[in-house]
Nanobody
Framework: QVQLVESGGGLVQPGGSLRLSCAAS????????IGWFRQAPGKDREGVSC????????YYADSVKGRFTISRDNAKNTVYLQMNSLKPEDTAVYYC????????????????WGQGTQVTVSS
C-alpha cells in the first residue's frame, strides 16, 4: 500500500522551530520529487517547498525563503522540512506529496499525498 505519513507538527511559540518528516511506505521515494504544501483555515492550499528526486534542486515559496529548509534522505525513504523563525502566519496543516512529473510548487503535478500534520504558531 502506497502511503506518505507526515509527523513533527505541534504547537510552537513565534520564533521557534519545528522539523517535519515525511516518511514513505509501499514505494521508494528515490524517483520522486517531494513537495510540502500547507493549508490554513479558509485559505487555499499553498506550495511551501519542493525538492528534486536527487536532492540537487529545491524551491521555496517567497514567504518561507531563508527560514525553511527542505532535505531528503533516500536511504531512510524520508523527506524533511526544517522550519525556523516560525510566525503565526505559518499556522496550517502541512502536507507532503510525491510526484514523478516535475519538481514544482504546483499541487496538481503530485500523485501521492499524506494526511497532513498540524502546525500551530502561537504564544
Amino acid at each position: 500500500q502506497v502511503q506518505l505519513v507526515e509527523s513533527g507538527g505541534g504547537l510552537v511559540q513565534p520564533g521557534g522551530s519545528l522539523r517535519l518528516s515525511c516518511a514513505a511506505s509501499g514505494f521508494t521515494l528515490d524517483y520522486y520529487a517531494i513537495g510540502w504544501f500547507r493549508q490554513a483555515p479558509g485559505k487555499d492550499r499553498e506550495g511551501v517547498s519542493c525538492i528534486s528526486s536527487s536532492g540537487g534542486t529545491a524551491y521555496y515559496a517567497d514567504s518561507v525563503k531563508g527560514r525553511f529548509t527542505i532535505s531528503r534522505d533516500n536511504a531512510k525513504n524520508t523527506v524533511y522540512l526544517q522550519m525556523n523563525s516560525l510566525k503565526p502566519e505559518d499556522t496550517a496543516v502541512y502536507y507532503c506529496a510525491a510526484g514523478a512529473k516535475a519538481t514544482s510548487l504546483y499541487a496538481s503535478l503530485y500523485d501521492y499525498w499524506g494526511q497532513g500534520t498540524q502546525v500551530t504558531v502561537s504564544s
